[in-house]
């Protein structure tokens, strides 16, 4: 596992690309769908909040596996939300 820094910078880095996405969906593919468009963007920044509070947890008095496994489980979450809040700002255009 890396540092926490450098998890943190992955945390913003993955929501700056849903918020990025978002903006480039308003900007080339008008407002229709801008109350959804927001929704999913408002979904992205609570996400992020939460990932980083689950990152600044006290670890101590736990097992490296314990620790490890944490650390995995949040990596995963954030991966798939990720995924998922891509998926829909994509599927707004059906």
Same mark, same amino acid.
């Given at each position: 596992?890396? #540092?926490?820094?450098?998890? &943190? %910078? ?16 308003? +900007? ?5 769908? !801008? ?11 609570? #996400? ?9 947890? %006290?670890?101590?008095? &736990? !097992?490296? &596996?314990?620790? %490890?496994?944490?650390? %995995?489980?949040?990596? *995963? *979450?954030?991966? +798939? !939300? ?5 998926? &829909?700002?994509? +599927?707004? *255009? +059906?």
């Amino acid at each position: 596992m890396a #540092s926490r820094r450098n998890f &943190k %910078k992955d945390i913003n880095f993955l929501t700056n690309e849903i918020l990025t996405r978002g903006i480039i969906h308003l +900007n080339f593919f008008g407002r229709e769908k !801008s109350e959804e468009l927001y929704m999913v963007m408002n979904e992205a920044a609570a #996400s992020r909040n939460e990932y980083i509070a689950r990152v600044n947890q %006290k670890s101590s008095g &736990k !097992s490296a &596996k314990e620790i %490890k496994t944490h650390y %995995k489980s949040i990596y *995963d *979450d954030l991966l +798939n !939300s990720t995924y998922d809040l891509l998926g &829909k700002i994509d +599927n707004l *255009d +059906n």
